[in-house]
């Protein structure tokens, strides 16, 4: 009864017998997180480092094989540094800034993503999901050492999900059988089918597009290619309608051809038919091993509501995008950063059970924000319409010649942070001649600070981050702590600081959520003030 | 159609109207639509602003 869905990269966490299974009665949790991938083990992460018992459910025992997404921004980054596993992304990932955009055998043009310096992590690293999962697999077991309490049990299935007013009632399927658990919460990161979303007939409208692509991630013998992203559109090579190349760590690369939607991909997905594709763009003298291959077709589409009741959906469960432009794990991994002190706040009782709402709201922008960019780019890369595909080749034209065409070329738009300009949780902004880029609602942005960076100092709790001026060290309103972080620009020779935080403003206050979302700033600290924004930044005015 | 200038505008209509033929001279049908798409984009990026363009859109519909 247990047939696994897909080979495992890493087996990290074998099924073991729980003690639930054979207690007289369903045994209540907190959390219960269903889906061991990205999303689901960040979730557990966030939780549990919060002292919140967080149980993962996951149908298989580790992490699936094969690399999937390969691209994490800094936003992700930045998170994972926070719950403590950025430091092995960035060590294992490879950095890129070049992209070249090829039609045909012509380039039509180079970019460089041209990183702004004074932040701890680059623009973007290519990582092979696997990798990604692992470190926050291996955070989380060193946090289990130290008692964090978080607890992954492989090989359980979930078969039933029953909402009742204040939990719910898990069954859920193991190789000794099924048992019963209960969740005050459950949180679904069981991924774009997922048959939570299914078993609650939940619907998941959206737009599909009729294309396919063939993934062959290729591990060059020895090679030239360099660490840059390479997007051909109707390449000499006649390998694909477009085609992919970028690098991923222990020198292997991403090869993505569009190869249309009526295909046969048994045929398709044949080795010899893989490499016919491959020798047609690399030569025939190039040495390559092939390490991984998929087809995929995808949509674009979300649920209408995140939020169920005692039933959250995060990551691909709720939301999917093409994945031109990286918004899949990415806007997953925001997701879980925006959803995490919510729900640590209306467990722990000192916010109402409503902020979880504002999850709902927040990220629905965000999800709406990913689609529209990721259906554009779709829209680009493969034009649905003669006329579509006759300003798109004008496009193309153009931008070999005239740098103003080149801002229309797109070959993905890729992932960047949302700001909530519109969340009810926002407060005021009082600070006029602040920079826009810091506005209320924005993701903090890095700088450096004496010793290190701004955001290793910000989120997990509220923050009140003074600049030039004093503030309380640490404030306690309605059970909920506020902690200060004090710097001056008079440490950071660079400018950064103040650039990114004043603006032409001398001095500045801000409070600054624990997803590092800027929630109200102004000139100066008043208890009234802090204590109005941050009521209102935890659904409690 | 307040952003977009609907009255007359151009010091030479004839002689512009006879460019624009004589650019699409001996051009397939294909071609013309081609050389109409960069113009379209050409001049687009010139006027550079989104209100006009929009109207445009809307009065060429």
């Known amino acids: 009864m247990f047939q696994d869905r897909y080979p495992l990269a890493f087996k990290l966490y074998p099924y073991e017998k729980s003690k639930d299974q054979d207690a007289p009665k369903a045994v209540r949790h907190p959390v219960v997180i269903v889906g061991g991938g990205p999303v689901g083990l960040a979730t557990a992460l966030d939780l549990g480092r919060q002292g919140i018992p967080a149980l993962v459910l996951d149908d298989h025992e580790g992490i699936g094989m094969g690399s999937r997404a390969i691209c994490f921004a800094k936003r992700t980054l930045d998170i994972a540094n926070r719950y403590g596993c950025g430091a092995p992304m960035l060590e294992k990932g490879v950095v890129w800034n070049v992209g070249k955009v090829f039609q045909d055998d012509r380039q039509v043009f180079e970019f460089n993503l041209l990183p702004e310096s004074g932040h701890r992590n680059p623009a973007f690293i290519n990582l092979q999901q696997p990798y990604f999962e692992k470190f926050i697999f291996e955070k989380i077991r060193a946090e289990q050492d130290t008692g964090t309490p978080i607890e992954i049990r492989g090989k359980n299935r979930v078969d039933a999900v029953d909402v009742r007013q204040d939990h719910v009632v898990l069954t859920v399927a193991t190789p000794d059988g099924p048992y019963d658990v209960e969740a005050d919460w459950v ?3 069981d991924g774009a089918s997922s048959p939570v979303r299914g078993m609650l007939d939940l619907g998941f409208e959206g737009r599909v597009f009729q294309d396919s692509f063939l993934i062959a991630d290729i591990k060059m013998k020895s090679t030239d290619f360099p660490t840059e992203r390479w997007f051909w559109f109707e390449p000499y090579f006649k390998s694909g309608a477009s085609t992919l190349l970028h690098k991923q760590p222990d020198d292997v690369w991403r090869v993505d051809f569009q ?19 491959l020798d047609a763009m690399l030569g025939d003298d190039v040495d390559y091993e092939i390490v991984w291959s998929s087809i995929y077709t995808f949509q674009c589409r979300r649920m209408n509501k995140f939020r169920h009741g005692r039933v959250v959906f995060a990551g691909d469960a709720a939301h999917q995008v093409s994945p031109f432009g990286a918004r899949g794990a990415n806007s997953g991994i925001q997701d879980v950063d925006n959803l995490g002190w919510k729900l640590g706040l209306v467990i722990a009782g000192t916010a109402p059970e409503n902020l979880l709402d504002t999850y709902d709201d927040e990220r629905v922008f965000g999800a709406d924000e990913n689609i529209l960019n990721s259906t554009r780019s779709t829209d680009f890369i493969t034009p649905k319409s003669k006329a579509s595909k006759g300003f798109r080749d ?20 890729l992932s960047v942070p949302c700001t909530y300009d519109a969340s009810r949780l926002n407060g005021p902004d009082h600070l006029p001649n602040g920079p826009d880029r810091t506005r209320v609602g924005s993701p903090c942005p890095d700088a450096p600070v004496a010793g290190g960076f701004l955001l290793d100092h910000l989120g997990t709790d509220f923050v009140l981050l003074a600049i030039n001026t004093e503030a309380p060290e640490q404030i306690d309103i309605d059970g909920i702590k506020v902690r ?32 590092q979302h800027v929630t109200a700033r102004g000139r100066v600290y008043t208890e009234d003030a802090l204590r109005a924004a941050l009521l209102k930044a935890c659904g409690k005015d | 159609m307040a952003h977009l200038n609907t009255q007359p505008n151009l010091p030479s209509p004839d002689e512009f109207y006879a460019d624009l033929l004589a650019a699409h001279e001996g051009l397939s049908d294909d071609e013309s639509a081609a050389l109409n ?4 984009l050409l001049l687009a990026n010139h006027i550079g602003r989104h209100d006009v363009l929009c109207d445009a859109l809307g009065a060429a519909k």
């Open chain 1, 187 to 189: 949180i679904a990161c």
């Open chain 1, 259 to 277: 190869i249309g939607w009526d295909v046969d991909r048994a045929e398709e997905m044949k080795e010899e038919n893989i490499r016919k594709r």
């Open chain 1, 394 to 413: 004008a496009v193309l034209m153009l931008a070999e010649k005239y740098e103003f065409a080149r801002p229309l070329v797109n070959s993905g738009r």
């Open chain 1, 484 to 515: 200060t972080v004090s710097v001056r620009t008079s440490d950071n020779p660079t400018g950064a600081l103040a650039e990114r935080y004043l603006g032409s403003e001398a001095q500045a206050v801000y409070l600054i959520r624990p997803d």
């Open chain 2, 37 to 40: 798409n960069r113009l379209i």
